[in-house]
């Protein structure tokens, strides 16, 4: 037997042996779009007359890591251009130059982030926590595409 709880999300009862059924759901459940569900259940027996039981069963969903992180829409690649910074000649060492900034639609551990410069070589370096990109080296004079 099927049946729909709401618009979002509809379940089937199925039959295990005489005595234990499985409560399965018919679509993937996404945490994100909707992290809980509450289902009322109801058994009917064959007697007459008729006897029912009813159960409230409360899901919460626990998180999985579905969601890559996302940057802001300035540096997001493909979908805008690159992040573009010129540093002035003559720049000192840990001058803040940028601070880049991602988010991560997962929970705790899944969705936090954490940040790297590749092949920027020892022109560059972020903050693996905070984002913020500072010079490696002084007297740079260079326009750089982040």
Known sequence: MCVCVCVCVCVCVLRRSSSRYDVVTTSALDREQRDHYSLT????????????????????LTDVNDNA??????????TSPPLSVELAERNAVDQ?????????ADLAENGSVSYSIQCAGDVLRV?????????????LTHSLLI
């Open 41 to 60: 259940l109801t058994c009917v027996d064959a007697g007459l007359p008729a006897l029912s039981g009813r159960v409230i069963v409360d899901v919460q």
């Open 69 to 78: 992180p996302s940057f802001s829409a300035a540096a997001a690649a493909g």
């Open 96 to 104: 803040y130059v940028t601070t880049i900034t991602a988010h991560d």
């Open 127 to 139: 903050d693996p926590s905070t984002g913020v990109v500072r010079p490696f080296t002084p007297d």
